[in-house]
């Protein structure tokens, strides 16, 4: 576990680690830059298991804090066309959890049909699938898509386990159950959401000198 995180995070100064024991480690880092670009980039996994990072304060005891918050990138589909604002960014990333910041940088490019906001979210409870919304006298349902979403419960929702370790469905007693969670929570990596063709020019873009070319009106000579 030590060295497969320490290559993950190749941080320049490094970083000793210590199993504490309980399923709990301590990450000691020696320069801020460090602490900070892994936390800026968790959600991270050993295992396919969350690791849940806290930073800790002065005088505090990493065996007493409650590990149960976890940031994420959210991506948010079917968000009808003139409601993608910074006020429903918020509204719907405290619906999710804790609102944290609002991803706009490509808005509207490539394959951005959708709203990216970074959550912070409590594991203990479920991972919400959609939220009802209200406009101009309709309702529409938007559906929430988790990045980098590694093992979670399809019975109950929720995080560090799988179905056939969940305590709540055991203790329904029942050999066959309702899934009410799949694979469709689970979002695209973001590098496979960027990926444009570098030929492919996006609205707005200046010609550049370029020629428009028109089917059968090309010749050679």
């Not at 849940?52 to 804090?65: A, F, S």
Request: charged residues 25%; hydrophobic residues 40%; proline residues 3%.
């Amino acid at each position: 576990m030590k060295s497969i995180m320490a290559n993950l995070w190749h941080p320049v100064k490094g970083v000793r680690i210590c199993d504490l024991g309980e399923k709990r480690y301590s990450f000691q880092f020696f320069h801020a830059m460090d602490v900070n670009k892994v936390l800026k980039d968790s959600p991270w996994t050993f295992n396919n298991h969350f690791l849940v990072l806290y930073k800790l304060e002065l005088g505090e005891d990493p065996l007493q804090i409650p590990l149960v918050l976890t940031p994420f990138w959210v991506q948010i589909y079917n968000i009808p066309i003139g409601l993608f604002s910074d006020i429903l960014a918020v509204q719907l990333g405290n619906f999710l959890g804790n609102f944290m910041e609002h991803d706009v940088s490509s808005l509207g490019k490539g394959n951005r049909n959708f709203m990216r906001i970074r959550v912070q979210i409590d594991i203990r409870y479920p991972l919400k699938r959609r939220k009802k919304i209200s406009f101009g006298g309709k309702c529409s349902y938007v559906n929430f898509k988790y990045e980098r979403l590694s093992l979670f419960c399809f019975y109950c929702g929720r995080l560090g386990h799988n179905d056939s370790f969940c305590e709540e469905r055991m203790n329904l007693g029942v050999e066959i159950a309702e899934m009410g969670w799949d694979l469709s929570l689970r979002a695209q990596s973001r590098r496979s959401l960027e990926m444009n063709s570098i030929w492919l020019r996006e609205e707005g873009d200046g010609d550049n000198g370029g020629t428009n070319a028109e089917s059968g009106n090309l010749r050679k000579g």
